[in-house]
């Protein structure tokens, strides 16, 4: 069945950095198009990141581009997100999605300590 881990999440202090790891298993990973979204206490989820199958293409939300890289490693069945200069509004759970796949982990807690 699916699988998808989130792991290295913490609290954060403002501007620090921090990289976020997402173990896959269940599925063709490598012909997949990964994500990440977070969703912050009493919002809606939001997409962040997309990473594409086959040229590693990506995209980013707006609020994010310059700061956050996605990237994947298809031999460990693995997409990341490396977050800079974190805010405390990026306080969330981070997921990543299959983006065809209707199935989310448990995310993984950043917290941004103001």
């Known amino acids: 069945q699916v699988q998808l881990v989130e792991s290295g999440g913490r609290t954060v202090q403002p501007g620090e950095s921090l990289k976020l790891s997402c173990s896959a298993s269940?599925?063709?990973?490598?012909?997949?198009?990964m994500c990440w979204y977070r969703q912050a206490p009493g919002k809606e989820r939001e997409w962040v990141a997309t990473?594409?199958?086959?040229?590693?293409?990506?995209d980013y939300h707006a609020s994010v581009k310059g700061r956050f890289i996605i990237s994947r490693d298809n031999a460990k069945n693995t997409v990341y997100l490396h977050m800079d200069n974190l805010r405390p509004e990026e306080t969330a759970v981070y997921y990543c999605?299959?983006?065809?796949?209707?199935?989310w982990g448990q995310g993984t807690q950043v917290t941004g300590s103001s």
């Open positions: 990473i594409r199958s086959i040229d590693a293409s990506v």
């Open positions: 999605k299959a983006q065809k796949l209707d199935f």
């Open positions: 269940g599925f063709s990973f490598s012909a997949h198009w």
